[in-house]
């Protein structure tokens, strides 16, 4: 990464970096927002006061539907990113932040519990171990016995 960036992927790691971010791309689309507005007021309010007059009415509400319509998408669309923008903070904050501290705390607590558990209590009794059936010993066999027994089998 270049230091001219100023950006690193670690600066997810801050939720104050992420609130940060989510605003400042939040303030950027609410400019979009108010760019296309304003053309498709303008492109809406021309269109009804002018209206050519080759064409009959239905052709020019066709036509204003065409022109205006895709700038009330953009719109919309824009909008909508705007609103994603609260998602995407509270959803890092959630995931990175307060799920693993709401995990780590749990963890911690389970442990203190079990110390406590364990500490307060007389020393648990431990069963004795079995004693394992003990096999016979083996007849004292010469080695060579076994090698002749193995091959006469």
Same mark, same amino acid.
């Given at each position: ?82 609103? *994603? +923008?609260?998602?995407? %903070?509270?959803?890092? #904050? ?5 799920? =693993?501290? !709401?995990? $780590?705390? /749990? ?9 406590? *558990? +364990?500490?307060?209590? %007389?020393?648990?009794? #431990? ?5 394992? =059936?003990? !096999?016979? $010993?083996? /007849? ?14």
């Amino acid at each position: 990464m270049s230091e001219k960036s100023g950006w690193s992927g670690e600066m997810l790691d801050r939720p104050e970096m992420v609130e940060a971010f989510s605003t400042q791309l939040r303030g950027g689309l609410a400019q979009y927002v108010d760019y296309v507005a304003r053309i498709r007021r303008d492109a809406e309010a021309m269109w009804r006061a002018n209206p050519p007059s080759e064409y009959g009415s239905f052709e020019a509400w066709w036509r204003h539907h065409r022109t205006c319509a895709p700038f009330a998408k953009l719109q919309e669309h824009l909008e909508e990113a705007v609103k *994603l +923008t609260f998602e995407l %903070a509270a959803q890092h #904050r959630r995931q990175r932040h307060e799920i =693993p501290a !709401a995990r $780590a705390e /749990a963890k911690q607590a389970a442990a203190q519990q079990q110390a406590a *558990l +364990t500490r307060g209590s %007389a020393p648990a009794r #431990r069963p004795a171990p079995r004693a394992e =059936p003990r !096999a016979p $010993a083996p /007849a004292e066999t010469d080695f060579m016995d076994l090698i002749r027994r193995d091959r006469s089998a």
